[in-house]
Every structure is written in C-alpha cells, then in structure tokens.
C-alpha cells in the first residue's frame, strides 16, 4: 500500500494533485497540497499525481 507524502517545501500550491487524484489529496490551509485524513491508499490515481506534479513534491 502506497504512502504518499508531500514536500510542503517543494509544492508550489498548483492544486493539480487534489484534480488529479481528489480521493487522495486536497489543498491545505495554506494552499498547498496534502494527504487526506480519509485517503484511500489504494487510489490508483496516486502514482498519477507522483508523476504530474511539477516539482516532484509527491513521494509514494
Ligand atoms: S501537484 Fe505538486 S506542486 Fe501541485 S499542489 Fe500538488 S504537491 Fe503541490
């Protein structure tokens, strides 16, 4: 099971993982990106999201 994290240093706030993979991710606060309380870590959209973000901010 995937354990996707994201870099808050790294994230630029472009919101494209939360489209990408809204099971997943959403904006924070401060308008990064960041792991849902409720994630489902069997999302397949996750490697999708590791892969489109533009600054690699998503490891998994
Ligand atoms: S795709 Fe990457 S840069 Fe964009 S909000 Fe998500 S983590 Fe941040």
Avoid: H, R, W, Y
């Amino acid at each position: 099971m995937p354990n996707p994290t994201v870099d808050k240093d790294l994230c630029v706030s472009c919101g494209l993982c939360s489209q990408v993979c809204p099971e997943v991710f959403e904006e924070g606060p401060d308008g990064t990106g960041q792991v849902k309380a409720d994630a489902d870590l069997n999302a397949a959209c996750i490697q999708d999201a590791v892969d489109q973000c533009p600054v690699g901010a998503i490891s998994a």
